[in-house]
Structure formats: structure tokens, C-alpha cells
């Protein structure tokens, strides 16, 4: 019979991400995120020492960069010195962001911290003189890996608990780099018991026999990185049965907040609702969060909404609940679009346009890559399709007024 032991399965802790965008548009809150990564780390190891934990296991990207920050190696190596006080050992693989080659990889770590290498190989847990797991992992060697690593992952003869600790797109989730791929049928079928996945940012559980498993990111770092972040404990019973508790380790929390002008014929009523959805947002969660609010929909409150200032003091409007990213305004005047075609040519050619750009995504590429040079100019990183979208609406608000003038 197998011994019950508890380990905690963490991942993409991204350490020192810089927040370019947001610290240059909002230095307080570029601030408060940068330290939120080391933050989220303390409450991983934290609640592995509370909850008496046997090990941890990190599954890749635990820094931001190839050529890790000095700070982000100091930082995690307290932790790691934290975690050996209460005898509790760290298994690590290293991924796309902070593969083997880059710089700091050979930063000195504490004796109960073990990295793989670039090949997959095997390492006995041991407990009190009984290995009561064996844990197979892979790091990444260089950044761009595009290889089935999955394919090199065979769990050791015998009756202990087989843990694959690698980092991949499993399954091609969308939204990520498709680095290190593998169908999901190829990790069902390899004999582990326990997947320990780590590079998409999103938790889920793509299996549950074996478990197939991404912890997601401990801390969100955008607005597409939104709700509860952290890493997962996993009990494992006498007889190999695996059981998962979601433990929130982020110290800043993501929303959006969309909200219709359609329904509002006064400004106060827009205002009233914005702070109490902004109230809504951040009950239950201690520290702070984070909005991005979008407004959209036609109506009466457009062209108060395009007076200069307008976004500052809607962000006001929020502030005491919420801290707030931006305010976007894609809103439209109050008038029939289909009226506006069919009596005004002009405007209705334009409008077209805008639907057109609404729904076809190759015509926003062109859109996007007409506008990359113009980026390219002032050192800013070429919008991606959702900013590219919006912008597309609020052209068409601010079009239809201009030509009505």
C-alpha cells in the first residue's frame, strides 16, 4: 500500500515581469504588480509550510526573461531556503521564458531544491526513508522548443506515484505559443498518474485520470488574465487516488467591466451604475483590482462621452472600489444605423466600412499591419486585434459625427 502525502503544483510565475505598458501609462499601479509576482511566490511557499506539504513542484517560466533579473534570483532562492527549514524539497523544470541557456541558470540554489535538465529523466521522493513518489521532468534547453516533448516521458517499473513535470501546450489551448505541443491523448496514454503542466495561464484540468493538470499563472499580469490566480494542492490517498484544492495566491486580482450606453438617458444614471458594478467587482477580494472598462452601444450620452476628460473622470467615478487601468470608449450617436444608409450615402458607405472591419478579421489585419510602421516609429509594440477592434469602434462613433457635422 502506497503512503498518502500531500505535494503543492505551481507554475509561470513570470518574477519581475516588467509591466512595460502599464508602468509607463500608470507607474502606481506598474508598481504594485511588479512586487505582486514576489508576493504570490510567498503565499505558494507559505501555504506549502502551513499545510505540511512533502514537496513542490514548478513547472516552468518561474522567471520573466531568458537572462534572469539578480533580484527575481535572490528572491526565489529565499524562498526555496524557506521551504528546506521545514524539510520540503522543490522540483523544477525550466520553460520558454527562462530556458537553461539563459543567463543566472547556474545561480546557487539550497540542497532541497533539484532542476532537471534538457532530457527527461526520473528522481525518487523520499520521505522518512520511503519514496513515496518519483517525479520525471524536462526543462527547456533554449527558448523556442517545437518538439513533442511529451513523447520522451515514460514512468519508471514499480507501484509509486509517477509525476511528468514539463512545460507545453497541451492539446494546442488557445492563446499561447504552441511550444513543446502534444495532443492530450498522447499524455492519457504514457502511464503517469499525474501530469504537472505549466505554460498556459489559464487553470484547467484537462483530465482527471490520470490528472492532466495546469495550475495557471499565481498572479494575473493583464486584463486577459482575469479572476482568482494561484496554484493547486494535490492530496494523493493510500491507493493512488488524486485529489485537487485550488489555493488563490494573487495579490492583485483582473476584471472587465462592459457596459452599454443603450440603457442610460443621463449621465448621473451611466455614473450610479458604473459604481455599483465597480463595488460589485471588488467584494470578496482583499487586495486590490484591477479594471479595464469598456463602453459601448449607442444612445443619448455620446457626445458628452467625447468631451476631452471624459475617461479620467469616469476612472473618478470608480476609484474608490477599483483601481482602474482605462476607460475605452467605443460608443456610437443615438441614431439608426439602417435609417442613416439608407438616407445618407455618404455615412452609409462609411458605416459599411466599419461593419465590414467589425467582421472580417483578415481586413483589421491589413489594418494593423498599415499602422506598424507608426509604431514602429515611436518605439511602441504594434497593436494586437482586440485594441485593433476597438479602435474600429470608436472610428466609427467619432466618423459618423464628424460627417453628421
Not at 7 to 23: E, K, M, V
Request: proline share 5%.
Amino acid at each position: 500500500m502506497m503512503r498518502s502525502f500531500r505535494f503543492i503544483h505551481a507554475a509561470d510565475l513570470h518574477l519581475d515581469s516588467p509591466f512595460r505598458g502599464l508602468s509607463e501609462t500608470s507607474p502606481r499601479l506598474g508598481n504594485t504588480l511588479h512586487s505582486a509576482t514576489f508576493q504570490a511566490l510567498e503565499r505558494i511557499v507559505g501555504h506549502a509550510v502551513e499545510s505540511r506539504a512533502d514537496f513542490v513542484v514548478f513547472a516552468g517560466d518561474l522567471y520573466d526573461s531568458r537572462d534572469r533579473s539578480l533580484r527575481a534570483l535572490v528572491e526565489f532562492r529565499c524562498q526555496m531556503e524557506r521551504l528546506a527549514e521545514h524539510d520540503i524539497g522543490a522540483y523544477i523544470v525550466h520553460g520558454n521564458h527562462d530556458p537553461l541557456n539563459g543567463w543566472g541558470a547556474e545561480f546557487n540554489m539550497p540542497p532541497n531544491v533539484l532542476v532537471f535538465d534538457g532530457e527527461a529523466r526520473a528522481q525518487p521522493v523520499v520521505r522518512k526513508g520511503r519514496e513515496i513518489a518519483r517525479i520525471t521532468g524536462m526543462s527547456y534547453t533554449k527558448e523556442r522548443v517545437t518538439e513533442n516533448l511529451a513523447r520522451s516521458f515514460r514512468p519508471t517499473l514499480g507501484d509509486v506515484y509517477s509525476i511528468a513535470l514539463l512545460h507545453a501546450n497541451i492539446g494546442h489551448q488557445s492563446g499561447h505559443a504552441d511550444y513543446a505541443p502534444a495532443p492530450v491523448e498522447d499524455l492519457m496514454e504514457a502511464g503517469f498518474d499525474y501530469w504537472a503542466l505549466g505554460h498556459v495561464h489559464n487553470r484547467a484540468v484537462l483530465s482527471a485520470s490520470p490528472a492532466i493538470v495546469y495550475p495557471g499563472n499565481p498572479q494575473g499580469r493583464h486584463v486577459r488574465e482575469t479572476g482568482p490566480r494561484g496554484c493547486f494542492q494535490v492530496d494523493v490517498g493510500t491507493k493512488g487516488q488524486t485529489r485537487l484544492k485550488f489555493i488563490e495566491t494573487a495579490v492583485v486580482r483582473w476584471a472587465t467591466l462592459n457596459l452599454s450606453i443603450a440603457d442610460h438617458t443621463r449621465m448621473d444614471s451611466l455614473a450610479e451604475c458604473l459604481r455599483e458594478n465597480a463595488r460589485r467587482i471588488a467584494e470578496g477580494f482583499e487586495g486590490p483590482t484591477i479594471v479595464r472598462c469598456r463602453l459601448s452601444g449607442s444612445g443619448p450620452l455620446h457626445a458628452d462621452l467625447q468631451r476631452e476628460g471624459m475617461a479620467e473622470e469616469l476612472s473618478a467615478v470608480m476609484e474608490p472600489f477599483v483601481e482602474v487601468e482605462a476607460v475605452r470608449i467605443a460608443t456610437g450617436p443615438g441614431l439608426s444605423r439602417d435609417r442613416l444608409i439608407e438616407n445618407e450615402p455618404i455615412i452609409g458607405d462609411f458605416l459599411k466600412l466599419v461593419q465590414r472591419a467589425r467582421e472580417d478579421p483578415s481586413y483589421r489585419q491589413e489594418l494593423a499591419v498599415s499602422l506598424r510602421p507608426l509604431f514602429r516609429k515611436r518605439g511602441l509594440s504594434a497593436p494586437d486585434d482586440v485594441r485593433i477592434a476597438e479602435w474600429i469602434e470608436k472610428a466609427g462613433g467619432l466618423g459618423v459625427d464628424m460627417l453628421l457635422d
